[in-house]
């Protein structure tokens, strides 16, 4: 079960990234962004995603990594394929994961989201130790921000179809939202 102090959770790793900015006063966080990321693609394991979320990546060590050379992203939280957390930018805090995006017809969702990392592809199924995972935090974060209806929570493919395709078609949309409820459920009894 995770808890959150003053934007953190106590129950994660804490990488804190240079990359994030403050949310403004009074913005209400509706929208939980679920992404994949793997460093070399397709590959798992490894600091290469902490390190590009912290701006440490070495650009010389793969070469798919000179397209990254001065790229600054981060997410909230990263879940690891074995289920581990890393956070890297608080919750109260603006996270750099969604690029040009849009919900419901609102622009720059990075103002109301918060972005979850899976490790992995679009095309490798997401281990159990990663769902499991994902549950958890998710519904820590609606007791968090009720806002975060389950209609808003969406994979990056939904904020920016015309450039992202994460978490990809192996994501298991519907046994997510059953075990979302499944829990919700006997949270409520």
Same mark, same amino acid.
């Given at each position: 079960?995770?808890?959150?102090?003053?934007?953190?959770?106590? &129950?994660?790793?804490?990488?804190?990234?240079?990359?994030?900015?403050? +949310?403004?006063?009074?913005?209400?966080? @509706?929208?939980? /962004?679920?992404?994949? *990321?793997?460093?070399?693609?397709?590959?798992?394991?490894?600091?290469? *995603?902490?390190?590009?979320?912290?701006?440490?990546?070495?650009?010389?060590?793969?070469?798919?990594? $000179?397209? =990254? +050379?001065?790229?600054? /992203?981060?997410? %909230? !939280?990263? #879940?690891? +394929?074995?289920?581990?957390?890393?956070?890297?930018?608080?919750?109260?805090?603006?996270?750099?994961?969604?690029?040009? $995006?849009?919900?419901?017809?609102?622009?720059? !969702? @990075?103002?109301?989201?918060?972005? *979850?990392?899976?490790?992995?592809?679009?095309? #490798?199924?997401?281990?159990?130790?990663?769902?499991? &995972?994902?549950?958890?935090?998710?519904?820590? =974060?609606? @007791?968090?921000?009720?806002?975060?209806? *389950?209609? @808003?929570? /969406?994979? %990056? !493919?939904? #904020?920016?179809?015309?450039?992202?395709?994460?978490?990809?078609? /192996?994501?298991?949309?519907?046994?997510?939202?059953? !075990? =979302?409820?499944?829990?919700?459920?006997?949270?409520?009894?």
């Amino acid at each position: 079960m995770f808890s959150i102090s003053s934007g953190w959770l106590t &129950q994660a790793q804490l990488l804190p990234s240079p990359y994030f900015a403050p +949310r403004e006063l009074g913005e209400e966080i @509706n929208l939980l /962004v679920i992404h994949n *990321i793997s460093l070399p693609a397709g590959k798992f394991g490894g600091h290469y *995603i902490s390190d590009l979320f912290l701006g440490q990546l070495d650009c010389n060590a793969h070469p798919s990594f $000179s397209d =990254l +050379r001065g790229v600054e /992203v981060s997410a %909230h !939280c990263l #879940i690891l +394929r074995d289920g581990s957390v890393i956070q890297y930018v608080s919750f109260d805090d603006k996270a750099w994961h969604a690029g040009i $995006s849009s919900f419901k017809k609102r622009e720059c !969702c @990075n103002d109301y989201s918060i972005g *979850i990392e899976l490790e992995g592809t679009d095309d #490798i199924p997401y281990t159990a130790e990663q769902y499991q &995972q994902l549950i958890a935090l998710t519904l820590c =974060l609606q @007791n968090q921000f009720p806002a975060i209806i *389950i209609g @808003n929570v /969406v994979g %990056h !493919c939904d #904020i920016a179809p015309d450039r992202k395709t994460d978490p990809g078609p /192996v994501f298991d949309w519907q046994y997510f939202h059953q !075990c =979302l409820t499944e829990q919700a459920t006997r949270n409520i009894t």
